[in-house]
């Protein structure tokens, strides 16, 4: 009688018992089960350090609505100082109908995205829920709204007085009526001038001052930052028209010495004090002088700042102002011209016959 086959089980047995005996099989096995441990180890601490670096760098979200609002706020600044700002829009015409076609873009593309659309030619943007307006962009977007919005950030820093009265274009073209109807204007609306007792209170808060007063903080250009311009400004009376000038010249990168004639009040002397401590760039100078006119007390007061600003070594020009004067050129127009004199002065004179 023939024994009976072993069963299927136990020569699978018998074979992984040979199998195992081999001891070149057996380390690779052990190999092979350290591998798969540290494998699964090392898949679960990337997927903690995955999940902490998400936490670390939340997706960026925009607030649509206001995004879109600082799109238009730009739009209109750049539309003005187009009108209004002849250097601007003959010298980069190009540039500026490049930036504007970008912001148009950008402006309609996030209203499809806050009215739940899609863009058919921007295939980066999904459809999102309409009540939805603050979702998340895709990345994209964040990156190239703020790029655009710093592109026009320096167009939108430049101080703006909104007149709706009276069209600005019409008189920087010299329009007659148009100076005729401001005229009108000037004269039902007259201003109120500011004491100069008042300048100490506007001034306690420095930066409420500059932004209320309207100043320009940033260099305008490139051009205008490499190459700063050193101002004296000779005063005695009426710090509110001193005050307007300075802000109509003011730069960051320039610098300015105020000298205060010795006859000048206390309350003069302290308005003018109030104002230059809001100013790194600006400050009064070490000397003060009776200025005497036709005798050479008017030129001293001059020699005292240029001693005073020499001590800034990166103003490559030096103005001399009084206080009762108003430009006539940007302190763009002034670099380019400073430029082509190409470290000559300009100086006018007379001489007794």
């Known amino acids: 009688m023939e024994e009976a086959p072993p069963p299927p089980s136990t020569k699978m047995l018998e074979r992984l018992q040979k199998f195992y005996d081999h001891r070149p099989t057996r380390w690779l096995l052990v190999l092979m089960l350290l591998g798969g441990v540290a494998l699964y180890i090392g898949s679960g601490f990337t997927a903690s350090l995955f999940r902490e670096e998400k936490k670390l760098n939340p997706p960026v979200e925009l607030d649509i609505d206001e995004t879109i609002k600082a799109i238009e706020v730009i739009e209109r600044n750049l539309k003005l100082h187009s009108r209004v700002n002849k250097q601007l829009a003959d010298e980069r015409p190009s540039e500026l109908g490049q930036l504007t076609k970008l912001l148009k873009k950008h402006r309609d593309d996030?209203?499809?995205?806050?009215?739940?659309?899609?863009?058919?030619?921007?295939?980066?943007?999904?459809?999102?829920?309409?009540?939805?307006?603050?979702?998340?962009?895709?990345?994209?977007?964040?990156?190239?709204?703020?790029?655009?919005?710093?592109?026009?950030?320096?167009?939108?820093?430049?101080?703006?007085?909104?007149?709706?009265?009276?069209?600005?274009?019409?008189?920087?073209?010299?329009?007659?009526?148009?100076?005729k109807k401001a005229e009108i204007y000037q004269k039902k609306n007259t201003k109120v001038p500011i004491p100069d007792e008042e300048y100490p209170k506007l001034t306690r808060?420095?930066?409420?001052?500059?932004?209320?007063?309207?100043?320009?903080?940033?260099?305008?250009?490139?051009?205008?930052?490499?190459?700063?311009?050193?101002?004296?400004?000779?005063?005695?009376?009426?710090?509110?028209?001193?005050?307007?000038?300075?802000?109509?010249?003011?730069?960051?990168?320039?610098?300015?010495?105020?000298?205060?004639?010795?006859?000048?009040?206390?309350?003069?002397?302290?308005?003018?004090?109030?104002?230059?401590?809001?100013?790194?760039?600006?400050?009064?100078?070490?000397?003060?002088?009776?200025?005497?006119?036709?005798?050479?007390?008017?030129?001293?007061?001059?020699?005292?700042?240029?001693?005073?600003?020499?001590?800034?070594?990166?103003?490559?020009?030096?103005?001399?102002?009084?206080?009762?004067?108003?430009?006539?050129?940007?302190?763009?127009?002034?670099?380019?011209?400073?430029?082509?004199?190409?470290?000559a002065n300009s100086m006018e004179g007379t001489v007794k016959r």
């Open 110 to 179: 996030l209203l499809v995205v806050r009215s739940g659309g899609r863009n058919k030619t921007q295939n980066s943007i999904r459809t999102l829920p309409k009540e939805n307006s603050n979702a998340a962009l895709p990345e994209a977007h964040p990156a190239q709204t703020t790029k655009v919005i710093a592109q026009y950030s320096l167009i939108n820093s430049i101080p703006n007085v909104r007149v709706t009265d009276i069209n600005c274009a019409k008189l920087f073209s010299n329009d007659k009526e148009e100076l």
């Open 205 to 343: 808060n420095c930066d409420t001052f500059k932004r209320e007063r309207q100043y320009i903080l940033k260099p305008l250009s490139q051009n205008e930052a490499e190459f700063p311009i050193a101002f004296s400004m000779v005063i005695f009376k009426d710090i509110e028209q001193v005050e307007r000038l300075l802000r109509a010249i003011y730069r960051p990168q320039n610098y300015y010495c105020i000298h205060i004639d010795a006859k000048a009040s206390q309350t003069i002397r302290s308005a003018m004090e109030s104002i230059a401590k809001c100013f790194d760039n600006v400050f009064l100078s070490s000397r003060s002088i009776d200025v005497q006119w036709g005798w050479f007390s008017v030129l001293e007061p001059e020699l005292v700042c240029m001693e005073d600003l020499i001590k800034y070594k990166k103003w490559k020009y030096f103005i001399n102002l009084t206080g009762q004067e108003w430009p006539l050129k940007t302190n763009d127009d002034l670099v380019k011209i400073l430029k082509i004199f190409n470290g």
